[in-house]
């Protein structure tokens, strides 16, 4: 008896140890562990389906409007070195969101591990166009979604084309839940450096976070100006990723004649994590489309993330 007990013992003083270091690593936080948090922000409130959006990011397009509401935002390098935004919501929905420009190939295999997400989009080239038709999304260009968008006669065109997520999200009656994508949020984990502001470059852009103590948040800039939406918010973000991946050529290219760049989001690499006022090196993994990316410090422990909305600049790997 006393054998049995005291092996009791030992196998529940080793679950609890178990269960302890997933909470300090942040990896039973993925799925809100049920208690109604969000996968995508760890915040209460998950939202019923997941919406993405491409939004348009050169100089005439901004202020941007209503992405202040984003639970993520993927930052993607475009032609001739621009960037340009996918926005990805479902906790909560600003009443107008954009301007909406075209979707990338990039942005398919990006959305895979969201299941079945509607794609808010103005269009794709027609090679790109069956593609996009064939791909795991509810497609929802002006063409399919006629009373989704407006045009703004104030602003030039093409950047003058805005989306209304919620007959976007009435036509997507299939569209998936959110799910766990390989995110965890927790408490601030040791380490890592002090970090007052962090600049990303690409070719023709560029972004930098400046850490708010008071705020509690990173005040996002674009190309040396800060970033504001049409109502003069500050963007920010609880957390920014800068994950460094290989962008190489695509089968496609633009009018003018620049290839499209493709970015690969499939595989492994560098990234670093910034939360906090500091910033952590990581690996990030993501073995399929289909699966979430797993962010890890150097010891291979999953990385928590603060909660609120999370920045993921997908920096071409110099």
């Known amino acids: 008896m006393e054998r049995t007990a005291s092996r009791r013992t030992v196998l529940l003083t080793a679950a609890l140890s178990l269960l302890a270091a997933a909470c300090q690593t942040g990896d039973g936080g993925g799925d809100g562990d049920g208690d109604g948090r969000s996968p995508f922000t760890g915040e209460q409130g998950a939202g019923e389906k ?4 491409k939004i348009d990011n050169v100089r005439a397009a901004r202020p941007h409007t209503g992405l202040d509401k984003a639970d993520i935002v993927y930052v993607e390098q475009v032609e001739a070195g621009l960037t340009r935004i996918l926005a990805v919501l479902a906790s909560e929905m600003p009443e107008s969101l954009g301007p909406v420009r075209s979707a990338r190939e990039s942005d398919l295999e ?13 269009g794709v080239q027609s090679k790109l166009r069956p593609v996009v038709e064939a791909a795991p999304l509810i497609a929802l260009p002006p063409g399919e979604l006629t009373d989704g968008y407006v045009r703004d006669p104030g602003r030039p065109a093409p950047h003058n084309l805005y989306l209304r997520p919620d007959r976007a999200l009435r036509a997507a009656s299939g569209a998936s839940a959110p799910r766990d994508i390989g995110f965890r949020f927790g408490p601030a984990p040791a380490g890592g450096r002090k970090a007052a502001e962090r600049t990303v470059r690409f070719p023709a852009a ?85 699966t979430g990316t797993a962010f890890t410090d150097t010891d291979g422990r999953r990385l928590p993330f603060a909660r609120g909305p999370v920045w993921v600049v997908l920096a071409p790997v110099d």
């Open 110 to 122: 990006l959305l895979r591990q969201f299941g079945t997400p509607a794609l808010a989009y103005s």
């Open 50 to 53: 997941v919406l993405a959006v």
């Open 206 to 290: 560029r972004f930098a976070f400046t850490w708010s103590a008071s705020d509690k948040r990173w005040l996002v800039s674009m190309d040396g100006s800060p970033a504001r939406t049409n109502g003069s918010d500050r963007l920010s973000a609880a957390t920014v990723v800068v994950q460094y991946v290989t962008v190489r050529p695509s089968d496609y290219g633009d009018r003018s004649g620049n290839n499209t760049p493709y970015t690969e989001t499939v595989g492994s690499g560098r990234a670093l994590v910034l939360r906090d006022g500091r910033e952590y090196e990581a690996e990030w993994s993501r073995p399929s489309a289909t």
